[in-house]
């Protein structure tokens, strides 16, 4: 394709095109990871992440896109009209990250690898959309769909992919299709969700508890029922299922009596039936735990994500198998319960790709993550090929 | 309040009656020649005036086994402010011979890198900081270099376009300083300034002493600083811990307290010293800044300095001395340098 050239009408081999795309992203590597450091620096723990989605959208303003704004939720957007405008691409990746705004995140650079807090979720992926706009141009190559860049805000904990869901709730028009950035794995291959409850059960005493009755022996105990009774729920290997006890905590020392116990958990399921069944059980459970040890009990699920996505024979999905084999990267397909699940449920079909290869951790006391510099351009590479596979689809569906 | 300009009086005013008007001459100085980086940030502006100027720009990292940051600080400065925006026309490390992989890792990221050592070899080559820094006029191209240390965790391309943007835009500008710790344009209220422990102990009551118009530098030992080449070159370089501090003096000396100014780099953070190398610093310091003393006729029939430092530590029960060899050696202004007036066409 010559300068300024518009993807043709007819349908052209994106695999052919790889070494161009290749090429052009291994000159992007200094780009790449100066705008991770960058925005990795920039603390936005979920709720509070204006200062990054001022800095991303002014990324992508500079980058030439147009409509370059942060919305009230501090989500931060961007868009490269296409040549006909017809359909939209929706690139999406979370910008907001585990860390409070009083940690030290400075992001210390190696030669082959970055060290962060929790740079790898998602400052990575950050760094790599606001390198887009620079990687099209140095391809000269136009898409025919528009390309709406997204750093969307309130993904994490308790923030239950809200800011996500505001934008596409009040977006003229909503996206055609969707490509989920996640910093790592390279070669991750989402393309259904699981869905998800992610909830706390909160044991706690109440005012008129009977201290000196023997035998009475705070939140703690009933907590270790709660946890005992959820061990017996009957948890189904089809559809795939799984609960996850995330953390416990409770009480402040070896003597006093705990007045609170509470018990973080997941559960993921590929049906939706299932997952309404177990919350059901686990109010169950909530309940007769509160009315045996005459304590308060409580249910609290924060986060709903229902189970959806695509067939693995749809072309998104084919396609960017295709790509990835074709550059020798092993595909790992999952359903995932990430951002993903927002754009799933309003309808837009979508994959979720994987930038580069790290080490995600989530211990508390030790937040440094690792990120890998040398895959990052063949991520890219990757991510450019599907968002002009997907393109060239949408365009084949709207002619 | 409206203030007049007042006329230049001589530096080292002591007298009570002149106290005011250095007072009044540093408030100017300060309001026209304080900066913050913010004030530079449109990034394509200081583009353009740099085209308009004329002028080309180098950025010098001195190191010493510095590997852990310098990857970060030759990424960040050469993918902003060389690839994305030409604000920089060179990124050179200029290395007093690390042990470590410091010169590997810069070169990975796109940094010239240079030892010391091979930079005018027949001069010789000198151990300290201030021999990177003079070697680098003769080796870097620019009109300006920017000098950065290379310890910095938290770089950024303020700490390069922050102290550059003075330049181009304040002609009469040579020299500018940076500072930290002290967001002036976003905050209210009285502060106390902000010098580490060597600046508020040692340099301000120097200078307010013999220099008072140099106490209103914020921060006279940062390491981060930018200078037009016509004023570097004709600068005499200590070699080690007093080229700051005789940097300051030589340029309001030679060209004026309006010839210096400083700009404002919000956080810098980097490694803490311990009190005894301070200790040592601050020797090497008063070295150069005695000599400053006498060759500017400040103080005269100095006696000859000592060049040994003692410190003291306890042994058992009983206290031992422990002797550091300082000796504050000087590199001559480079434009004394035959070669280097024959690499730039220079006279002196």
Not at chain 1, 230 to 235: D, H, L, Y
């Amino acid at each position: 394709m010559g300068p300024e050239e518009t993807m043709p009408e007819t349908p052209i081999n994106v695999i052919e095109m790889l070494p161009r795309i290749r090429a052009a992203s291994d000159e992007m590597r200094e780009i790449l990871v100066a705008n991770i450091v960058m925005i990795g620096e920039i603390p936005a723990p979920t709720g509070a992440e204006e200062s990054r989605a001022r800095f991303f959208s002014q990324r992508l303003n500079e980058g030439g896109l147009l409509h370059c704004f942060t919305d009230p939720m501090s989500n931060a957007f961007g868009l490269l009209p296409g040549t006909d405008g017809r359909r939209t691409i929706a690139v999406v990746t979370n910008g907001d990250t585990l860390v409070y705004e009083t940690t030290d995140q400075t992001v210390e650079v190696r030669t082959d690898m970055l060290v962060g807090p929790f740079v790898v979720d998602n400052s990575l992926a950050l760094g790599a959309l606001a390198a887009l706009p620079e990687l099209f141009d140095k391809l000269q190559i136009r898409l025919r769909s528009n390309l709406l860049l997204l750093m969307a805000s309130r993904c994490q904990g308790r923030g239950n992919l809200d800011g996500l869901k505001h934008f596409l709730s009040e977006a003229r028009v909503k996206p055609d299709a969707g490509i989920c950035f996640e910093g790592v794995q390279l070669g991750r291959l989402n393309y259904s969700c699981l869905g998800m409850r992610r909830g706390e059960i909160i044991c706690r005493l109440p005012d008129n508890y009977n201290w000196a009755q023997y035998g009475n022996t705070g939140a703690i105990v009933p907590m270790s029922d709660v946890i005992s009774r959820i061990g017996r729920i009957a948890i189904p290997r089809r559809p795939l299922t799984s609960m996850i006890l995330g953390s416990i905590e409770g009480g402040v020392s070896y003597h006093n009596i705990a007045r609170q116990a509470v018990l973080r958990f997941e559960l993921r399921s590929e049906s939706a039936e299932i997952l309404a069944q177990i919350e059901e059980q686990l109010e169950d459970i909530t309940e007769e735990v509160s009315s045996t040890f005459g304590i308060q009990a409580k249910l609290d699920i924060f986060a709903k994500r229902e189970p959806g996505g695509l067939e693995i024979g749809h072309p998104f999905v084919r396609d960017a198998r295709a790509i990835l084999a074709a550059m020798n990267i092993q595909p790992m397909l999952y359903p995932t319960t990430s951002f993903m699940n927002a754009l799933v449920a309003e309808g837009i079909p979508s994959i979720t790709l994987g930038f580069t290869t790290g080490e995600r951790r989530h211990d508390l006391d030790e937040i440094d993550e690792t990120a890998a510099i040398g895959p990052m351009t063949a991520g890219l590479a990757q991510l450019v090929a599907a968002i002009i596979s997907m393109d060239q689809e949408l365009s084949n569906e709207a002619d | 309040m409206k203030r007049t300009k007042p006329k230049r009086k001589s530096a080292t005013a002591k007298a009570p009656g002149g106290a005011g008007i250095v007072t009044e001459r540093i408030r100017e100085w300060l309001d026209t020649h304080t900066f913050h980086h913010s004030q530079f940030s449109n990034i394509v502006q200081l583009v353009e005036q740099k085209r308009k100027s004329g002028v080309t720009i180098s950025l010098c990292i001195p190191t010493l086994n510095e590997e852990k940051t310098i990857g970060k600080e030759v990424v960040l400065f050469k993918s902003e402010l060389m690839n994305r925006f030409p604000l920089l026309d060179e990124i050179a490390v200029i290395d007093s011979g690390s042990k470590d992989r410091t010169l590997e890792v810069a070169a990975s990221f796109g940094a010239d890198v240079y030892r010391s050592a091979d930079i005018l070899p027949e001069m010789g080559d000198k151990r300290g900081k201030g021999e990177n820094l003079w070697k680098a006029i003769y080796q870097l191209k620019g009109d300006i270099i920017v000098y950065i240390d290379a310890d910095i965790k938290n770089i950024h391309p303020r700490f390069a376009y922050g102290l550059v943007g003075p330049l181009l835009f304040h002609p009469t500008i040579q020299y500018v300083k940076a500072f930290y710790d002290r967001p002036l344009m976003f905050s209210s209220g009285v502060r106390p300034s902000g010098g580490g422990r060597v600046t508020e102990i040692l340099i301000r009551p120097l200078f307010s002493l013999f220099y008072p118009e140099l106490a209103a530098v914020i921060q006279p030992l940062s390491g981060e600083y930018a200078v037009r080449r016509e004023v570097l070159e004709r600068l005499p370089f200590p070699i080690g811990y007093g080229v700051e501090t005789s940097h300051l003096l030589d340029v309001h000396t030679q060209w004026g307290l309006d010839a210096i100014g400083q700009t404002d780099l919000d956080q810098r953070v980097h490694r803490n010293q311990a009190t005894r190398d301070l200790g040592k610093m601050s020797f090497g310091i008063l070295q150069a800044f005695l000599s400053r003393l006498e060759s500017h006729t400040v103080l005269k029939d100095m006696p000859e300095l000592g060049s040994v430092m003692r410190q003291f530590q306890s042994h058992d029960n009983h206290y031992e001395p422990v002797e550091h060899l300082i000796r504050e050696e000087e590199r001559p202004p480079m434009i004394e340098v035959p070669a280097y007036r024959k690499k730039f066409g220079r006279t002196r």
